[in-house]
């Protein structure tokens, strides 16, 4: 049944099908009306899966197509522009039948969704229909042959967002929303959260069982945190809490960022290379300022695989500039976008250790904790680099990487080292706070705004930081949890892996190599090869 799981994968997301490099799903769109839904549920039930990952990835497709919220639809038509324009060009043979997609996509979508959504999910939705008018006036100018049907289509953007419009938001700023969901406090319940967790992300753990651990550690970052804090207020002068730091933190003006993220990879590279995990030769991650029909939905940076199913993979790795920025948390980035995702699905793809089969090799929803645990875990394991670094120890690479730290910080490396490390746990604090967040809010325990002002007291964190980071996520609910949970696991395999006699690199790189199990199925794996 393994043809049969495959060909229903493409049909149900020829979007991503087609960025990993399937050229038979361009200009694709799968349009969710409650016929297409019901026709192809109907079709699940009766598939015989013959493997346990088949039945995990039919139960994936029913509870996706079951859960369709307002910002899918421009977020899935936004995303196919974009991935066609950058895999075909902007003339592409498909755009024109993409675009038709599109506009049916839009025309149905009063039948697919109800009337009624809390704020969250209209402002989400606005500004999903906002990146994607952003977008299809990109294309008009790299193609104005398409102009009539794009100006057309934008028409009809419009009226959608026009649907889900609140009045006072306009480019969705934290100074727009905030106090708008002050005034206009709502519970956003999601009665299928329980299936979506176990269902689209395959965790070990019911809703409540997330929140218990989130709350852990979460108070177990606290005590480390502080004593950053301390150390930096020490080198700087600045009190030890957050918006003081934050101020008192090395920056470099927005327009310089493109040149340091360049020259910081040619200086990473080397170090990651030859102690962290193996990175193929003939690797490929495009730098891209992020566009601005995207700035809403990526706060700081993001990383996007392609081709991944060609034995040609690469990516592209966002960066979002503002009028300035602080090199640690740009080093920081990096790591984790590069050095984790990145690597994660190039060596996936690559078959780099093993040989993966096609459906641990599709990319749905069960890759996010596997690839955002490597990343956000990679971030722990640099700062252990660098303070090995710092106690003298390294080769030719690591003093290169420590000289270009040095040219960026006029306190020296040791100055660097504990910037970065206000970094680390800074976004420790977030991604735990993050997967606390899901829970709460998804099952109706906290309100949004509620948890930000909670979350605000009990970390002193600033509302604008916390907000940031965990309002996108409301689009998607199950996702915030995936760093903490996903940490969690690679942690467990790494102790496991290393147990068995294996060096921390090894590890690392069969981890990055094992594709896009649930996250229990993979855990599980490990513990058979290593136990």
């Known amino acids: 049944m393994e043809k049969e799981v495959f060909e ?91 675009l038709e997609r599109v506009r049916r996509m839009l025309d149905s979508s009063s039948e697919i969704l109800k009337d009624e959504w809390p704020p969250e999910i209209r402002i989400l939705a606005y500004l999903e229909a906002r990146g994607l008018y952003i977008i299809l006036d990109s294309l008009i100018s790299s193609n104005p042959f398409l102009k009539v049907a794009v100006e057309e289509l934008k028409k009809r953007v419009e009226d959608y967002a026009d649907r889900y419009r609140m009045v006072g938001i306009l480019k969705g700023t934290y100074e727009e929303i905030y106090p708008l969901l002050a005034e206009q406090e709502v519970y956003l319940r999601r009665e299928e959260y329980s299936e979506i967790v176990k269902n689209l992300y395959g965790y070990p753990y019911a809703p409540g069982e997330i929140e218990e651990r989130a709350l852990t550690w979460l108070k177990e970052e606290m005590k480390p945190f502080a004593g950053v804090l301390g150390e930096i207020s020490e080198i700087t002068g600045a009190l030890p809490e957050v918006p003081a730091i934050e101020r008192s933190l090395q920056k470099i003006p927005g327009e310089k960022v493109g040149e340091f993220l360049k020259g910081l990879r040619e200086a990473l590279l080397p170090v990651v290379r030859k102690n962290l995990v193996e990175v193929p030769e003939g690797y490929r991650t495009d730098l891209m300022k992020t566009p601005e029909y995207l700035r809403p939905l990526i706060p700081t940076a993001a990383m996007t695989p392609m081709g991944t199913l060609t034995g040609e993979p690469k990516n592209i790795f966002f960066y979002t500039v503002d009028e300035e920025a602080t090199p640690s948390d740009l080093l920081l980035s990096q790591v984790h976008e590069e050095y984790g995702h990145a690597v994660h699905y190039t060596d996936s793809a690559l078959n780099l250790k093993g040989e993966n089969t096609l459906l641990e090799r599709i990319d749905t929803t069960f890759s996010l904790p596997i690839s955002e645990g490597i990343s956000f875990h990679r971030e722990v394991e640099f700062l252990e680099l660098l303070e090995r670094i710092q106690n003298g120890e390294g080769g030719e ?135």
């Open 397 to 531: 690479e690591e003093m290169r990487l420590k000289e270009f730290l040095e040219r960026h910080y006029p306190g020296g490396f040791e100055r660097a080292l504990v910037e970065i490390s206000y970094q680390v746990h800074k976004w420790r604090f977030i991604r735990f706070l993050r997967a606390l967040s899901d829970v709460r809010i998804n099952t109706g325990k906290q309100s949004l705004y509620q948890f930000v002002e909670w979350a605000h007291r009990y970390t002193s964190l600033n509302r604008e930081d916390i907000f940031n980071q965990i309002f996108i996520f409301q689009e998607t609910p199950g996702y915030a949890a995936s760093y903490s949970i996903g940490e969690e696991a690679v942690v467990k395999i790494q102790k496991m892996g290393e147990k068995a006699g294996l060096d921390r690199k090894e590890i690392n790189t069969e981890i990055a190599s094992r594709g896009f199990l649930p996250l229990d199925m993979f855990l599980e794996w490990f513990e058979e090869r290593y136990g």
């Open 8 to 98: 229903l994968w493409k049909e149900l997301n020829p979007v991503g099908a087609f960025a990993q490099g399937l050229e038979d799903c361009a200009g694709g769109l799968f349009i969710p009306t409650p016929k297409a839904v019901e026709e192809t549920l109907c079709r699940i039930s009766k598939i015989q899966a013959d493997s346990e990952l088949e039945r995990r990835l039919l139960d994936n497709f029913k509870t996706s197509l079951l859960h369709t919220e307002p910002p899918h639809i421009p977020s899935t038509c936004l995303w196919a522009i974009f991935y066609h324009m950058v895999l075909e060009g902007p003339a592409g043979d498909y755009m024109p039948d993409l």
